[in-house]
């Protein structure tokens, strides 16, 4: 094989990366601030200042992005905060949406 085709075969084999997706939380006129606070603690990891300025971002603007992950993990976390939401009797809603 020639350096030429060598070199036209690397191009053809390279793999994409898996893609990202942002985790997008929505405002609702149910769920309490503290609820959306915990929720990101203990579900996205975020620290208790983060937390608190997504919050009132997601309240402020209808919306906000919480977390930016591979597919699998951020429909986990969408899952979870649905789970959580609806235990807890509160309505609030997460999507998921590609970068």
Known sequence: M????HKAQDEITRLKGPGKYNVIMLNDDSTPMDFVVQVLI??????????????LEIHEKGRSIVGTYMF??????CVETISAARSAGFPLSVTIEET
Request: hydrophobic content about 35%; cysteine-free.
């Open 42 to 55: 203990g579900i996205f990891n975020k620290d208790l200042e983060v937390a608190k300025h997504l919050t």
């Open 72 to 77: 699998e993990i951020a429909e986990q976390k």
């Open 2 to 5: 020639t350096q030429e085709q």
